[in-house]
C-alpha cells in the first residue's frame, strides 16, 4: 500500500512540474510579446484585457472559441498521432485543404442524395482526401525516397493550390458575380449547429478523435507497437513489427482527420468551397501538438489558448492599430519558447 502510495505520489508530482512548465513558457511567450507592444508604443495590459474579455466576457464569444478549436485540434491530433513513431507531419494545412475539396465534390456532384446517405458521404470523402494526400508523403518516407517532414511542408502549397483551381475554374458558381468560390451547398449538406449558436457538429469529431486517439495510445496491441517504434525502431523492426506498413497507415489516418478539419469548415462555417478557407490552423495544430506533448488534455488546453489569441486578433487590430499579423507574432513567440525548451531539454540528457 505504501508502495502504491508513494507510485501515486510520484505520478502526481511528475505531472504537476509539467503543467507549471507550460504555464511557465506561455507566459514566457506572452511577456516577451508585451516588450515588443511597449517597443512599438502600445500598452500590454490593455491589449491583454481586451483580448481576453472580448473571448471569455460572453456566450458569443465562447463560442467563437469552441468553433476555432474544433479545427486546431483535430489537425493537432493529426500531428501528434504519426509523431508516436517519430514522424513529423507538417502538413495539416494541405490536407485540411485537399479534404475540404474531397468533400465539396461529393456536396456538388451528389446534391440529390438525402441528408442521411449525403452527409456520410461528404465525411468520408474529407476523411479520404486529406488521408491520400497525407499517404503520398508516408509511401515516400516509407521507401526511403524523402523525408516526411519536407514532403508535407511542400504539398501545402500545392494543395492550396489545388483549391484555388477549382474555385477559379471548373467549380466556380456562375452566379457569384465574379467572386471565386463553388455554389452554395444544398441543405442536406450542411453538418448541423448545436444549440443555436456555430459551433457545430465537426465538436463531436473532434471529441470523439481525442477519445479514440487516447484508448488506441493507451490500451490496444497498436499503441504498444507504436511506443516501440518510436523508442527504437530498429529492435522493433527485428521483433517484426511492420514499421514501412505502420509509417503509411499513420500518415494516412493523421492526414484524414486534418481532412475532417477542412470538411467542417467548408460543411458547417463557409456553406461553400472558396479561397482562404483556413487562416493557417494547420500550422496552428502543429504547433499545439508540440506544446501538448501529444497529451490529449494538453491539446485541448493549448488549442484553447491559441483560440482566444486566434479570436482576439481582431481587437488588436481594431482597437490598438496593431496589423493582423500581430497575432502570428504572438503564436511563432509561443512556438520558439516552447521549441527552444524542448530542444534544451534534449540537450542536457
Given at each position: 500500500m505504501i508502495e502504491r502510495t508513494s507510485g501515486v505520489f510520484r505520478l502526481r508530482n511528475r505531472r504537476l512540474p509539467g503543467m507549471v512548465r507550460w504555464f511557465g513558457l506561455v507566459g514566457l511567450a506572452f511577456l516577451i510579446f508585451a516588450i515588443v507592444l511597449i517597443i512599438i508604443g502600445k500598452n500590454p495590459i490593455r491589449a491583454y484585457i481586451n483580448i481576453f474579455s472580448s473571448t471569455l466576457g460572453s456566450a458569443y464569444g465562447l463560442s467563437e472559441i469552441v468553433v476555432k478549436m474544433?479545427?486546431?485540434?483535430?489537425?493537432?491530433?493529426?500531428v501528434a498521432l504519426p509523431s508516436r513513431i517519430w514522424l513529423i507531419n507538417v502538413g495539416g494545412e494541405g490536407q485540411l485543404h485537399i479534404g475540404a475539396l474531397f468533400a465539396t465534390g461529393g456536396a456538388l456532384h451528389f446534391s440529390y442524395l438525402p441528408a442521411w446517405i449525403l452527409?456520410?458521404?461528404?465525411?468520408?470523402?474529407?476523411f479520404l482526401g486529406g488521408g491520400l494526400w497525407a499517404m503520398i508523403s508516408g509511401i515516400l518516407r516509407a521507401r526511403g525516397w524523402a523525408s516526411e517532414t519536407i514532403?508535407?511542408?511542400?504539398?501545402?502549397?500545392?494543395?492550396?493550390l489545388l483549391v484555388n483551381f477549382f474555385v477559379f475554374g471548373p467549380w466556380k458558381d456562375p452566379e457569384s458575380a465574379n467572386y471565386p468560390q463553388t455554389a452554395e451547398f444544398v441543405g442536406a449538406a450542411i453538418l448541423p449547429a448545436l444549440g443555436g449558436t456555430r459551433v457545430h457538429?465537426?465538436?463531436?469529431?473532434?471529441?470523439?478523435?481525442?477519445?479514440?486517439?487516447?484508448l488506441l495510445l493507451s490500451y490496444t496491441r497498436w499503441g504498444l507497437e507504436m511506443r516501440?517504434?518510436?523508442?527504437?525502431?530498429?529492435?522493433?523492426?527485428?521483433?517484426?513489427?511492420?514499421i514501412a506498413r505502420y509509417i503509411i497507415l499513420l500518415m494516412f489516418i493523421g492526414g484524414g482527420i486534418a481532412g475532417l478539419a477542412g470538411?467542417?469548415?467548408?460543411?458547417?462555417?463557409?456553406?461553400?468551397l472558396r479561397p482562404g478557407i483556413s487562416p493557417g490552423y494547420g500550422?496552428?495544430?502543429?504547433?499545439?501538438?508540440w506544446m501538448s506533448g501529444g497529451n490529449p488534455l494538453g491539446m485541448v488546453a493549448s488549442a484553447f489558448l491559441l483560440?482566444?489569441?486566434?479570436?482576439?486578433?481582431?481587437?488588436?487590430?481594431?482597437?490598438?492599430?496593431?496589423?493582423?499579423?500581430?497575432?502570428?507574432?504572438?503564436?511563432?513567440?509561443?512556438?520558439?519558447?516552447?521549441?527552444g525548451r524542448s530542444g534544451g531539454r534534449r540537450s542536457a540528457k
Amino acid at each position: 500500500m505504501i508502495e502504491r502510495t508513494s507510485g501515486v505520489f510520484r505520478l502526481r508530482n511528475r505531472r504537476l512540474p509539467g503543467m507549471v512548465r507550460w504555464f511557465g513558457l506561455v507566459g514566457l511567450a506572452f511577456l516577451i510579446f508585451a516588450i515588443v507592444l511597449i517597443i512599438i508604443g502600445k500598452n500590454p495590459i490593455r491589449a491583454y484585457i481586451n483580448i481576453f474579455s472580448s473571448t471569455l466576457g460572453s456566450a458569443y464569444g465562447l463560442s467563437e472559441i469552441v468553433v476555432k478549436m474544433i479545427p486546431l485540434i483535430l489537425t493537432a491530433i493529426a500531428v501528434a498521432l504519426p509523431s508516436r513513431i517519430w514522424l513529423i507531419n507538417v502538413g495539416g494545412e494541405g490536407q485540411l485543404h485537399i479534404g475540404a475539396l474531397f468533400a465539396t465534390g461529393g456536396a456538388l456532384h451528389f446534391s440529390y442524395l438525402p441528408a442521411w446517405i449525403l452527409m456520410p458521404l461528404i465525411f468520408v470523402l474529407g476523411f479520404l482526401g486529406g488521408g491520400l494526400w497525407a499517404m503520398i508523403s508516408g509511401i515516400l518516407r516509407a521507401r526511403g525516397w524523402a523525408s516526411e517532414t519536407i514532403s508535407t511542408l511542400l504539398m501545402n502549397y500545392v494543395a492550396i493550390l489545388l483549391v484555388n483551381f477549382f474555385v477559379f475554374g471548373p467549380w466556380k458558381d456562375p452566379e457569384s458575380a465574379n467572386y471565386p468560390q463553388t455554389a452554395e451547398f444544398v441543405g442536406a449538406a450542411i453538418l448541423p449547429a448545436l444549440g443555436g449558436t456555430r459551433v457545430h457538429f465537426g465538436l463531436v469529431f473532434a471529441i470523439v478523435s481525442l477519445i479514440i486517439y487516447y484508448l488506441l495510445l493507451s490500451y490496444t496491441r497498436w499503441g504498444l507497437e507504436m511506443r516501440a517504434i518510436g523508442n527504437n525502431s530498429e529492435a522493433a523492426q527485428r521483433n517484426g513489427i511492420p514499421i514501412a506498413r505502420y509509417i503509411i497507415l499513420l500518415m494516412f489516418i493523421g492526414g484524414g482527420i486534418a481532412g475532417l478539419a477542412g470538411m467542417s469548415e467548408v460543411s458547417a462555417i463557409q456553406g461553400r468551397l472558396r479561397p482562404g478557407i483556413s487562416p493557417g490552423y494547420g500550422f496552428t495544430g502543429f504547433l499545439i501538438s508540440w506544446m501538448s506533448g501529444g497529451n490529449p488534455l494538453g491539446m485541448v488546453a493549448s488549442a484553447f489558448l491559441l483560440a482566444i489569441i486566434i479570436s482576439g486578433g481582431d481587437i488588436l487590430q481594431m482597437a490598438h492599430g496593431l496589423p493582423g499579423s500581430a497575432v502570428h507574432i504572438l503564436m511563432s513567440l509561443i512556438l520558439f519558447v516552447v521549441l527552444g525548451r524542448s530542444g534544451g531539454r534534449r540537450s542536457a540528457k
